[in-house]
């Protein structure tokens, strides 16, 4: 073969595939061919589907961003609905449909609240930092990062209601404190009481939890995180929320708890306030301490978890919890303060819109002193179980009212107060107004009465004869030893001579403003009277024979005024007995205690005046009696009316109103009561002492002239002493 021409290259083509050359069995150049695999075309049926999905995902695509796009649409629509109708935050701080009132006692302390406590505006830079940082770290701790909702708590805040058994939208809300300040506001909705028919109510509603309520707290926070500042909405927060107690806002609920500023709490105290808000009145510690330090302890390991507080400060806060002023943890005098708020002007107590400071009569001291005798005597002297009441009413003689306990129940606040509400007969407590009318009159303390059988009369219902306790009858008596011994016929017999209708007339001048009654059992106190009329009524006699009305208020100014718009400062009205008396009256009275059915009432080194009284079937048991400072009325009895088993007005009413009066007067120089001296007034009847106690009685028969006794008797009838 001969060879290529000198620097040429044979003309060969390239082997693209060497295996397919041999088997032709060709050694020259073949065509080029395409990859021995080829790819398979789609089927009609797999192309179809597969173009029927990508539209339908386009499609979906297409509506789920147009539906973005409307729903951001919808969204901004309410936002911006809703931030046109928002407010300047001043405006918010207080939206109160009620105003406070503060009640103060004698010396200027508080003592009691109604209404709805506000106690002024606070802001974050106003208030102290632990309460800043227990309130974030309990409600909100990613509040400084969110936009006003947070889609993330609330999610969690589903699983775990679901988790526990609950409907998703029970229990745990996950709600921002934006969204909470919403509900407080109750999305820009005012209160008003032709839509609602109370103020509670319109709260429940505004706190629904429901999925159209939930959606509708969007837009209104994203609003307010438009227009308002995160302070601003902490403002609103702290302002309006309820923390229990009549508490509007932490500052109310510091001064309420601590007696202290919001500015001023400390860490425990801080937490105990943030707990509140979760359930404020379960949590309230006034209601139960244990329980609420117990929460706050919770928030304590909250504020920690959030490096609001170290190591030692957690322990340190844990070791000393919070706990009551004095003014909250006495919790006393309430219904003292429901009998205020009822005899103040409705428009500055009960229905005030102002926020009103009550200066009152009220002492602590006595109020315990009252409290502890209840509890003393119901613990140690009662049956157990018993369901008898009683009520205490202390008053100095000018009618201050300085203690008023209504019932067993000593929170009072609220409850039925038998010393002012209640309306039970008087018994013989009503008898030293008949003696009053005839001393009045001109008749002595030694002036003699029969105590002896007596029929009397009574048109409509025939003839009516009273005894005596005890059955028996002991002639020709002192009007002293027949008050000594209350005896009924010697009684009903000097109220028939003096005149009925004027023992009714003084005994209506005295404060006894009830309805009474018209016949002859009125000298026996069948007529119907409270305990604070009857205390009232036997202060006239201490102070001299002076009606007075019991009174509680001394001073009634707005908050933040100096000028009060009212104020009392006595009780003291028209003269209804001479002097003289008022202090033969109180004598007679003395020897009740002395020697008579008020015997278990003394006081060691005091001088005491007073009255048993035990009405039919002892169904009321009354002591009113008084030193020369105080005046004190006890009562008791059954709600029902069901007789007592065993108790007399001399039995444990006149315990609990000494067991009263002992802790009352060991702080109070002894003085004497204002009465006269039987020696130096020239005794002109018998000499003879009356020993008895209710229910038993005998007269000591002394040297008496039986012609002095008729004699004494005609000369009555020629002075003027017999009936009108």
Known sequence: MSKPPSGKRPLVAPRRNSASASRSGRG?????????????????????????????????????????????????????????????????LDARARGSVTMLD???????????????????????????????????????????????????????????????????????????????????????????????????????????????????????????????????????????????????????????????????????????????????????????????????????????????????????????????????????????????????????????????TFDPAMQRAAEDAINDVFTNQVREGSEAQAAIVVMSADGAVRA???????????LFNRATQAQRQTGSAFKPFVYATALDLG?????????????LNIPGSGAWSPENYSGEFYGEVTLTEALQASLNTAAVRLSEQVGRDLVRQVASEFGIDSDLAAGPALALGASESSLLEMSGAYAGILNGGSA???????????????????????GIRERVITDNAARQLIYMMNQVVENGTGQRANLANVEVAGKTGTTNSARDAWFIGFTSDYVAGVWMGYDDNRPLT?????????????????????????SPLPMIDPIAEGSRGPNRVLSTNEGTGQVLEGAADLAEQILMQVLGGLLGRGGQ
């Not at 008023?404 to 609220?414: N, P, S």
């Not at 008749?443 to 029929?455: Q, S, V």
């Not at 007075?548 to 006595?570: F, N």
């Not at 108790?647 to 120089?669: F, S």
Request: some cysteine; aromatic content about 10%.
């Open 106 to 360: 004698r010396y200027g302390e508080v003592f009691a609240w109604r209404g709805e406590q506000f106690g002024g505006a606070i802001t974050p830079d106003t208030v102290s930092p632990h309460l800043l940082h227990a309130v974030v770290a309990t409600e909100d701790r990613r509040f400084y990062n969110h936009f006003g909702v947070s889609p993330r708590g609330i999610l969690g805040a589903m699983i775990i209601n679901m988790r526990e058994g609950r409907g998703p939208l029970q229990g745990h809300g996950g709600s921002t404190i934006t969204q909470q300040v919403a509900k407080l506001m109750c999305l820009g909705t005012p209160y008003d009481p032709e839509l609602w028919d109370s103020e509670a109510a319109y709260e429940a509603d505004c706190r629904e939890t429901t999925i159209a309520r939930k959606l509708q707290e969007v837009p209104f926070a994203l609003a307010m995180e438009w227009r308002y500042s995160k302070d601003e909405i902490l403002s609103i927060y702290f302002n309006r929320a309820y923390l229990g107690a009549g508490t509007r806002g932490f500052e109310a609920a510091a001064q309420r708890y601590f007696g202290i500023s919001a500015a001023e709490v400390n860490a425990p105290q801080a937490a105990m306030l943030a707990g509140l808000l979760v359930a404020p009145s379960y949590f309230a510690p006034t209601r139960n301490l244990e329980r609420a330090q117990e929460r706050a302890n919770v928030i304590l390991g909250l504020m920690a978890r959030e490096d609001y507080l170290t190591a030692s400060e957690l322990s340190a806060a844990r070791a000393n919890p919070a706990t009551l002023s004095d003014a909250a943890r006495d919790n006393m005098g309430g219904y003292f303060a429901d009998w205020i708020m009822s005899e103040g002007p409705s428009f500055l107590t009960r229905d005030t819109t102002e926020d009103v400071i009550l200066r009152t």
């Open 443 to 455: 008749w002595r303390f030694d002036d003699l009465i029969l105590d002896a059988p007596l029929t």
């Open 548 to 570: 007075v009305t019991p009174y509680g208020l001394l001073e009634l100014r707005l908050m933040g005024e100096d000028t009060p718009l009212m104020g009392q400062t006595g």
């Open 646 to 670: 065993g108790v007399t007005g001399g039995g444990l009413p006149a315990e609990l109103w000494r067991q009263t009066m002992e802790r009352i007067q060991a702080n109070q120089p002894a």
């Open 404 to 414: 008023m306990v209504g019932g067993r129940d000593l929170r009072g606040a609220g």
């Open 28 to 92: 020259a150049a073949q065509p080029a061919r395409r990859s021995s695999k080829k790819k398979k075309k789609p089927s009609g049926n797999h192309s179809l589907l597969g173009r029927f999905f990508r539209w339908i995902g386009r499609m979906v695509f297409a509506v789920a961003w147009r539906g973005a796009l409307l729903l951001a649409l919808i969204l901004f629509g309410f936002t911006f609905y809703y931030y046109n109708k928002l407010t300047p935050v001043s405006d918010l």
